[in-house]
Every structure is written in structure tokens, then in C-alpha cells.
């Protein structure tokens, strides 16, 4: 038996498809080789690990845990950002495509625009590489968070379902907007898939991470 | 280091006319002086001067923009500590101090960055020599078994931070050593020379082939600056 390995999943729409949010360039070499490089990282570390697993090598199975949960982090993040973005003024990016996240999201934040206001002060407040999720926590009776993480790191604790995610890494924007982050979130609303972030809300947490195992 | 960090007016002005043989001064604009405010320091070369290893647009988005936004927050954060100060409010002072770690560690790492690199032609690149050289050799070998060591430090850097060559204060011994984010060299270690491995410091040239940047780097680390912080 061998680990299995990862494969690049394909973006659902086309490289230019997000303009004038984000540019082809950005989405060409954050999914080509961003995203690749993450995934050839994390297939090297698990078959190590599968090796030293084998051979009963604990302190090198641990030793493995940090590159394992940086890149299988960047693999699980970006396949859960591609999916939760839509071409720009496609019907997805309306809010209305999330009937039920919206009435949640209402209930919670006040209305529309005081969720995003609250969701971008987080996304601004990030010091250094990192994400911005909606979760949704099963085990605590399905109330909405706004979560930022650092680095790589995933949005998988037990109950945990991440609505969407916003990667806040300066290789996300910086050749569009350079040091100009405040607008680069501003714009990402542009182009949030709400259809796809209402079919997280709504399924259970295993169906988040469905497009994962499709991957391998 | 303070010095360089927190000018007054009057300091600001001695290290002008010492510096005045430089002719093209960078940045600068804007900064408003008020005493015991942190302030952008003015660049020792043109914005161009590091090509071709770091761009002229790099440098000046880098300096200019980035820097500058990291004195300002550290200046904002630093005002509202000291108001949390004057009413003996330690939850705010709390609340505060991760601000004060990130926007004084960013402005504290990008001015000993700034001094520790030079054009080629004015020391950029030419080896270090003396003491610092002789523990480089001691510890890692050659310089270049050193360069790689350090590379692959900052190719290993998950995230934004640095890598530092620091000294300890206690053994006097040097060492590699990565930082989080903006987290400053303080403490047990003495920083000696640091490349900044954010992706603003090399992604509108280099993209995601950051590991050319940390070749490149090399080309205009200027040595006698790192020698004069080694003890």
C-alpha cells in the first residue's frame, strides 16, 4: 500500500473569469504554482511519513507534523477558496444566492453590510500570512464566527465547517494592489461565491471538504 | 539602536550633515517630527542603487509605503498606551502590546534591513572580515556553507518573518535563526544581519520563485554593517 497522493484540482472557471477583483496574473500563478507548490510539499511529507510509520520511527512522524499541517493546510485552504469564488457578476455573487446562510448571517451581524465591515476589519487585522473564514460550529448550536488563522493553518477542528475564506497572504493580491490590502478586500465581495457558501452552511462539515477528496 | 529608531530633531539633523556627501536622499516626505516619535529613517542609497537583485520599485513600495505604515501604527499604538498608561488601564495596556510587537518589531527589523544591505560598488556583497568572519568559518565552515544554511532557513520560513544571523548575548556564539511575522531580534540575541522573507520584499520581481531572491540577496549585503553590530 502507498499514500495516496495529491493532484491540483481545476479551477471552475477561467483565469481572467474573477477581473477586475482579481487579475488573471494573480489567479494564474496563485492556483498554477502556489497552490502546486503546496501540494507537491505536502505528497513529499506524507510519504515520509507513510515510510516512517512503517518503520515505527515516532520522533520523525512528529518531526513531519509541522510541513504536514502547513502544506496540507495550503492544499485544504486554496481548494476551499477557488470554490467559494465566482466569476465576477455571475449570479453566484449575490448575497441573495444564500437564503438561509443570509438569514444567519442577518440574525447575527445585523445585516449585510455590518457583517462585511466586521469580516474586513478581521482580514486587516491578520499581522502576517493568513486566512479569514465564516465557520459555522456544529457543536454549539450552529452560530456563525468570524475565524482568521495564521499561515497555513485549516479551519478542521472537531464541529468546525468553514463557510468561506478569504486568503489573506500578500501573494493573494500584491501584484495587483500591492501594499493597497484595504481595497483588496473591499473588492473580494465582488466575487464571493454565496451559492457555494450556502451549501456549507447547510451540509454537514464532511460535505465542505468533499472537493478535497476529489483531488486525490 | 535606539538612536536610529527614535530621532529627535536635533539627532535627525547631525546624522543628515554627517551623511551629506549622499547626494539623492529618499523618503522622508511627509514625516512629521515631534519628539520621541518614531520616525521613517532616510535610505543610505538611491531606490534603485540594490539592482538588479532587489528592484527600484521593490524598494521604494518597501520603504516608502510599507515602513512607513509600521512607524505610523507603532506611533498610534505607543499614543494609546500611554493614555492606557496615565489611567492605570492594564486591560487596554494588554490588549495593546501585540500592536506594539508587530508595528515597532516591523519598523526596528526594516531599519537594521536597510543598514545591512549596499549597493554593489559601495560594499554591497564584498565579505565580511575580521571577528565575524572567523566565527562564520568557526561555526558554518566557509561563507558560502553559510549562505546556503541561511537560505534554506528562509526558504523554510512558513508564513511572513525573517531570518537572522544573530549573536548570544551570553556565549557570544552565532547562530540562524527565523522570526514570525515581524517579531523583533531582542533579548538573549544581538541581530546581526537579517533578509526579510515577506513577500512584499521580492514578489513583483520574483513571484513565487522566492528562492532566487535568496540567492540574489547576497549580491548587496553590505558585511561591514553586519561587522560593526557583531561584539
Known sequence: ?216 | MSTTLLRTSTARSALRAASSQNSKRVGLAGVAFARGKATLPDLPYDYGALEPAISGKIMELHHDKHHRTYVNSYNQAEEKLAEAEQKEDIPSKIALLPLINFHGGGHTNHTLFWENLAPKGSGGGEPPTGGLSKAIDTSYGSLDAFKEKFNTALAGIQGSGWAWLVQDTQTGSISIKTYANQDAVVGQFRPILGIDAWEHAYYLQYQNRKAEYFKAVWDVVNWKAAEKRFK
Not at chain 1, 125 to 143: D, M, T
Not at chain 1, 158 to 182: C, S, T
Open chain 1, 1 to 216: 500500500m502507498e499514500p495516496a497522493t495529491y493532484s491540483l484540482p481545476k479551477l471552475p472557471y477561467a483565469y481572467n473569469a474573477l477581473e477586475p477583483a482579481i487579475s488573471a496574473q494573480i489567479m494564474e500563478l496563485h492556483h498554477s504554482k502556489h497552490h502546486q507548490t503546496y501540494i507537491t510539499n505536502l505528497n513529499n511529507a506524507l510519504k515520509t511519513l507513510f515510510t516512517a510509520a512503517k518503520d515505527n520511527d515516532v520522533p520523525t512522524q512528529i518531526q513531519l507534523q509541522p510541513a504536514i499541517r502547513f502544506n496540507g493546510g495550503g492544499h485544504i485552504n486554496h481548494s476551499l477558496f477557488w470554490l467559494n469564488l465566482a466569476p465576477h457578476g455571475s449570479p453566484e455573487t449575490s448575497f441573495s444566492a444564500a437564503p438561509k446562510l443570509g438569514e444567519a448571517i442577518k440574525k447575527t451581524y445585523g445585516d449585510e453590510e455590518s457583517f462585511k465591515k466586521k469580516f474586513n476589519a478581521a482580514l486587516l487585522g491578520i499581522q502576517g500570512s493568513g486566512w479569514g473564514w465564516l465557520v459555522k460550529f456544529e457543536n454549539e448550536g450552529g452560530r456563525l464566527g468570524i475565524v482568521t488563522t495564521k499561515d497555513q493553518d485549516p479551519v478542521v477542528g472537531a464541529g468546525e465547517v468553514p463557510v468561506f475564506g478569504v486568503d489573506m497572504w500578500e501573494h493573494a493580491y500584491y501584484l495587483q494592489y500591492l501594499n493597497g490590502k484595504a481595497a483588496y478586500v473591499e473588492n473580494i465581495w465582488q466575487v464571493i461565491n454565496w451559492a457555494t457558501a450556502e451549501q456549507r452552511f447547510n451540509g454537514p462539515r464532511e460535505d465542505a471538504f468533499s472537493a478535497l477528496k476529489a483531488s486525490m
